[in-house]
C-alpha cells in the first residue's frame, strides 16, 4: 500500500448533532484516491475504533476513503448520550456521515456494529454496500456477553459482572481476547448495559435481519470459520453472499484481516454479491 495513504492517517474528533445536543466523537480517518467514497466501520460492543486498525494498512482497500469512530460510551468519545440505544447509535452514525458528506457510502460492520448500521441505512441515502462482520441479527446471535449484560441489575453488572469479564478477557490465550480487553477497558460500564439490553431487543425482534435483506447495492456476510455453529442463520439469509473467514473466530480483522479485507474490497467493487436464489456459502482461500 502506498506509503503516502497510510500516513495521512489521523485521529480527530468530529461534532455532531444527536438529540439537540452536540456529541464528541474520536474518529481515524484516512483520505482516498476514489473521488467521493468513503468506508465507513462501525465497531462492536466493548469495542473501539481500534478494532479496525488493520484496514487502514490493508492494500485492496488503499483507494477508499476511510473512517472508524468510537460510539459515545466506548472508547474516547464523549457525551453523555440521553440514552445508549441502537437507536441513538444509528443517529450518531447518520450525523458522523453527513458531516463527512461522502458521495457514496460503503459500511463495513462488526457484530453489534451490525445492528446499529441495519438501523441507521434509511438515513443513508448515499449507502452503496454493506459488509455484515458477523453482525447481529437474530435474537440467537446475542450470547453470554449481550444477553448475559442484559439479564443483569445494572449494579451487579457494573460491579461485579464488567470487571470479571475484563479479567477473563485478559487472560485468556486468544489474542483476539485480549485485543478485546484493550478495548472493552475503555467502555462506560453503566452505557455498555443500557446499549446491551437495546442489542438484545433490537435481535429478538427479527427487524434486523428481514432490514438486511432488504438493502440495495452490494451485500455479504462474513463470519470467522471457527465462530461455531451458524446454520440457524445462514441458512436465512436469502442469497446474500456468505462468506467464512478461514483461521478466525469473532474477530477476523484481528485473526487474519489479509483475507477480510481482501473479500471486503472485492464485494463492495461489486464482486459475487448477485443474489441467486438458494445460493450456498462462498468458499474462499487463505
Not at 449484560?149 to 486468544?174: D, I, M
Request: proline share 7%; glycine share 10%; with cysteine.
Amino acid at each position: 500500500m502506498p506509503t503516502t495513504a497510510l500516513s495521512t492517517r489521523q485521529d480527530r474528533s468530529l461534532l455532531v448533532e444527536h438529540a439537540g445536543g452536540i456529541v464528541e466523537i474520536a474518529a481515524r480517518v484516512r483520505p482516498g484516491r476514489a473521488d467521493g467514497d468513503l468506508l465507513l466501520l462501525l465497531h462492536g460492543m466493548g469495542c473501539t475504533k481500534e478494532s479496525f486498525d488493520s484496514a487502514f494498512d490493508a492494500a485492496p482497500l488503499a483507494d477508499l476513503a476511510i473512517c472508524a469512530f468510537d460510539f459515545p460510551g466506548h472508547g474516547r468519545s464523549t457525551g453523555p448520550l440521553p440514552e445508549f440505544t441502537i437507536d441513538a447509535y444509528a443517529d450518531v452514525t447518520a450525523s458522523v456521515v453527513r458531516e463527512l458528506a461522502p458521495r457514496r457510502l460503503f459500511v463495513v460492520a462488526h457484530s453489534m456494529g451490525g445492528a446499529v448500521g441495519l438501523v441507521a441505512a434509511a438515513d443513508l441515502p448515499q449507502l452503496a454496500g454493506f459488509v455484515n462482520i458477523e453482525g447481529n441479527l437474530v435474537g440467537q446471535d446475542c450470547g453470554l456477553v449481550s444477553r448475559g449484560a442484559a439479564e443483569r441489575p445494572l449494579a451487579e453488572f457494573v460491579h461485579r459482572e464488567f470487571p470479571r469479564f475484563l479479567a477473563t478477557l485478559q487472560s485468556s490465550p486468544e489474542p483476539a481476547l485480549r485485543a478485546w480487553a484493550g478495548w472493552y477497558a475503555q467502555a462506560d460500564p453503566a452505557a455498555f448495559h443500557q446499549v446491551a439490553s437495546s442489542l438484545v431487543e433490537w435481535s429478538d425482534s427479527g427487524k434486523l435481519r428481514s432490514l438486511f435483506r432488504s438493502l440495495p447495492g452490494a451485500t455479504a456476510y462474513l463470519h470467522g470459520d471457527d465462530s461455531g455453529d451458524l446454520s440457524y442463520l445462514l441458512s436465512t439469509l436469502d442469497g446474500i453472499p456468505v462468506y467464512p473467514v478461514p483461521g478466525s473466530g469473532h474477530f477476523p480483522m484481528v485473526d487474519n484481516p489479509l483475507v477480510l479485507w481482501r473479500v471486503v474490497a472485492e464485494v463492495l467493487a461489486g464482486a459475487g454479491h448477485e443474489r441467486a436464489a438458494g445460493r450456498g456459502p462462498a468458499t474462499i482461500g487463505r
